[in-house]
């Protein structure tokens, strides 16, 4: 089972670090992708990695302001998140996709596992 941890509340222009870990399975050969709701709104893909290279993507809304990365030593993917605004808050979610080892995907429906989602607030 997946697990994201590292939300909390944080005030306009801070910094939040996400991390996505698995208890029972290597992230190694997933690819893994962060997603987020905000309330009212639907599920919104964040940005993905792939197992291999790794190439990653971003959604142009946090594009320069945050950055994802995997350490397979530590079996995490983590989503560092600068530059925060109020429209980033929302639950952020992780999931993983065995099929991603050259690339990633932007719609939930092409991962299989989903972790319980961390609420970042982002808020003075």
């Known amino acids: 089972q997946l697990q994201a941890s590292g939300g909390g509340l944080v005030q306009p222009g801070g910094s939040l670090r996400l991390s996505c870990t698995a208890s029972?399975?290597?992230?190694?050969?997933?690819?893994i992708g962060w997603f987020r709701q905000a309330p009212g709104k639907e599920r919104e893909w964040v940005s993905c990695?792939?197992?291999?290279?790794?190439?990653?993507y971003y959604a142009d809304s946090v594009k320069g302001r945050f950055t994802i990365s995997r350490d397979n030593n530590k079996n995490t993917v983590d989503l560092q998140m600068n530059g925060l605004n109020p429209e980033d808050t929302a639950v952020y979610y992780c999931a993983a996709d065995p099929e991603g080892s050259s690339y990633c995907l932007v719609t939930p429906g092409s991962y299989d596992y989903w972790g319980q989602g961390t609420l970042v607030t982002v808020s003075s």
């Open positions: 029972e399975y290597t992230l190694d050969y997933y690819a």
């Open positions: 990695i792939s197992f291999n290279g790794p190439v990653t």
